[in-house]
């Protein structure tokens, strides 16, 4: 089966406005998600979907593939499943773009977990470290059930607790690369709107739920880091920073 990556990249970001042209370490945070892409699937099957020309010159002078998407996309999902009419493929992996140290291996392994389970949506965990707040909203903790099911996801800390003798000894993240075949992303747009709870928790993956699309949550390395917000810059540039200090020569 093909299996392409599509990276959603929207300029004008509520929080962060031109997030995807923001440069890490003198380079687009956009070009480091779509070069590790490549070194997951090719540098051919993947594409960079986006509103805006600016962002679509820079990808376009690094070869990368783009396809032009409306400026009036719901979620990145819903880019995303703009972007697949126009692009073959068996399986459509979205891949964040303001995740620049993505594992490439992580995109791989949820390749293929979709090959063997089509009928469901798959999408990344890792456990949240030591030196992150679980009570951050810009984190979106997961609760599975024994099978990595997904029940529900939370800007808030779940799963709750009544006794603090059974809390959560630690908690779940999201990694934001998800799965999909083109049915699954056609019956989203066509929801037509974002799902009730979908709009409170601004997590677009309940919009499944309301579906009764099931979603399989794949454990993925803890490298996980997004950049939500401009403060976010200066410490994903040092990650990337003693990555490349420590890549192999």
């Known amino acids: 089966m093909k299996s392409v990556v599509v990276i959603p990249a929207r300029f004008k970001s509520s929080r962060f406005p031109g997030k995807p042209l923001v440069p890490l370490l003198g380079k687009p945070m956009v070009l480091w998600v779509a070069e590790l892409s490549a070194q997951a699937v090719g540098k051919a099957n993947v594409y960079i ?143 037509g709107r974002k799902g009730e709870v979908e709009r409170s928790e601004d997590i677009e993956i309940l919009r499944f739920l309301e579906l009764s699309v099931p979603v399989k949550m794949v454990e993925t390395s803890g490298g996980s880091l997004a950049v939500d917000v401009p403060e976010d810059v200066a410490i994903v540039e040092a990650v990337l920073k003693k990555g490349l200090i420590n890549a192999p020569q």
């Open 49 to 191: 979907a986006t509103e805006d020309e600016r962002i679509a010159d820079v990808v376009t002078e690094a070869g990368f593939n783009v396809v032009m998407t409306s400026a009036g996309a719901l979620t990145g999902t819903d880019r995303l499943a703009e972007a697949a009419k126009q692009i073959d493929a068996d399986i459509y992996i979205n891949v964040q773009g303001d995740e620049p140290v993505i594992d490439p291996l992580d995109i791989q392994r949820i390749i293929k977990v979709k090959e063997q389970h089509m009928q469901a949506v798959i999408n990344g965990f890792c456990w949240i470290g030591e030196d992150e707040d679980p009570t951050s909203v810009n984190i979106p903790k997961v609760v599975t059930n024994e099978k990595n099911d997904l029940m529900y996801m939370s800007r808030l800390a779940v799963p709750g607790f009544k006794d603090s003798a059974v809390a959560p000894l630690r908690y779940k993240k999201q990694v934001c690369i998800y799965a999909f075949t083109a049915q699954q992303l056609g019956a989203y747009v066509d929801f």
